[in-house]
């Protein structure tokens, strides 16, 4: 009787059950507090200043919504990650698909291979690109020299080579996000149809593709994210005259000191990515649900 009573006041040291299931998300969350949620409300509060004044004012929005220049930016900025995670999602599938179906011995060669951008850094990646790319570069060396063209072809310092650039960088994250999507596709859906007469070709079309459209999905969405807040390669790929986001925070931060206008710019581009990664997970959950009616 007495031990009954002591885990009973015990229970109540920890309070009622439905609290304590809830205790476990208390040190993430304070993470997320001090570290994320602080900041951003300070970086919201400060984009309705100006500087050297510390009054509630619109004028920060305004230019940044009046300006061609900055609007601009803002458009090169989903035109550039668009057309990433478009590219990012298109070389990764067969990629995923190969790692998902293949039981070959050169299955872990391919996956080392895959990964293996990650294992450099973005700015050691994103120079090699560039000596590839430029003018002098070696792309442009080869076709001169075999007489395909006749002066260098501008595939640096440009949208070309920026998406080419982070379509390398993100193109792992890829690989990963639509291989789980592809390893949940049942292989014996595949053979069913095959046995019954159906081509490869078919077989992938309307049994694995909209299967894994949740994976596209996902896989669009997290390239789209990741190449919109990309700073390093949009700067040395893209050169001086390419402004994106990123780059137009960076230099209104060092160069101009308006940590207004920069705050302005960070919203806008979070309030972007936050829109689109809304609307993609809610058009994920969407086909998820009914391919699983």
């Given at each position: 009787?007495?031990?009954?009573?002591?885990?009973?006041?015990?229970?109540?040291?920890?309070?009622?059950?439905?609290?304590?299931?809830?205790?476990?998300?208390?040190?993430?969350?304070?993470?997320?507090?001090?570290?994320?949620?602080?900041?951003?409300?300070?970086?919201?509060?400060?984009?309705?200043?100006?500087?050297?004044?510390?009054?509630?004012?619109?004028?920060?929005?305004?230019?940044?919504?009046?300006?061609?220049?900055?609007?601009?930016?803002?458009?090169?900025?989903?035109?550039?990650?668009?057309?990433?995670?478009?590219?990012?999602?298109?070389?990764?599938?067969?990629?995923?698909?190969?790692?998902?179906?293949?039981?070959?011995?050169?299955?872990?060669?391919?996956?080392?291979?895959?990964?293996?951008?990650?294992?450099?850094?973005?700015?050691?990646?994103?120079?090699?690109?560039?000596?590839?790319?430029?003018?002098?570069?070696?792309?442009?060396?080869?076709?001169?020299?075999?007489?395909?063209?006749?002066?260098?072809?501008?595939?640096?310092?440009?949208?070309?080579?920026?998406?080419?650039?982070?379509?390398?960088?993100?193109?792992?994250?890829?690989?990963?996000?639509?291989?789980?999507?592809?390893?949940?596709?049942?292989?014996?859906?595949?053979?069913?149809?095959?046995?019954?007469?159906?081509?490869?070709?078919?077989?992938?079309?309307?049994?694995?593709?909209?299967?894994?459209?949740?994976?596209?999905?996902?896989?669009?969405?997290?390239?789209?994210?990741?190449?919109?807040?990309?700073?390093?390669?949009?700067?040395i790929l893209g050169g001086a005259?390419?402004?994106?986001?990123?780059?137009?925070?960076?230099?209104?931060?060092?160069?101009?000191?308006?940590?207004?206008?920069?705050?302005?710019?960070?919203n806008v581009l979070l309030v972007?990515?936050?829109?689109?990664?809304?609307?993609?997970?809610?058009?994920?959950?969407?086909?998820?649900?009914?391919?699983?009616?």
């Amino acid at each position: 009787m007495s031990s009954i009573a002591l885990k009973a006041g015990g229970g109540r040291l920890f309070g009622p059950a439905p609290l304590r299931q809830y205790l476990p998300l208390f040190p993430p969350s304070l993470v997320l507090l001090v570290f994320f949620a602080i900041p951003m409300g300070m970086m919201v509060g400060l984009s309705f200043q100006q500087q050297g004044s510390t009054a509630f004012t619109l004028a920060s929005y305004g230019r940044f919504f009046g300006d061609p220049f900055t609007l601009a930016g803002l458009a090169r900025t989903v035109a550039m990650s668009g057309l990433v995670a478009i590219c990012v999602t298109l070389m990764a599938y067969p990629v995923a698909y190969y790692l998902a179906r293949s039981r070959s011995r050169w299955r872990p060669v391919v996956f080392a291979l895959a990964i293996a951008p990650e294992l450099a850094g973005v700015v050691l990646r994103t120079y090699g690109w560039l000596i590839i790319l430029e003018d002098q570069g070696f792309i442009n060396n080869a076709l001169i020299w075999l007489g395909v063209v006749a002066e260098p072809l501008p595939l640096a310092k440009n949208m070309f080579g920026v998406v080419v650039g982070l379509t390398h960088v993100i193109l792992p994250f890829g690989i990963l996000s639509l291989l789980t999507s592809l390893q949940g596709v049942d292989p014996n859906l595949e053979k069913s149809a095959q046995i019954l007469g159906a081509s490869r070709v078919s077989v992938l079309r309307h049994i694995v593709v909209p299967l894994t459209v949740p994976g596209i999905v996902s896989s669009i969405l997290l390239a789209f994210t990741m190449s919109a807040s990309a700073y390093a390669t949009p700067a040395i790929l893209g050169g001086a005259g390419f402004k994106v986001l990123a780059t137009m925070i960076y230099e209104q931060v060092l160069f101009y000191i308006d940590w207004s206008f920069a705050a302005v710019m960070a919203n806008v581009l979070l309030v972007m990515m936050l829109a689109i990664a809304f609307a993609g997970s809610r058009l994920e959950a969407r086909l998820h649900k009914k391919l699983h009616v």
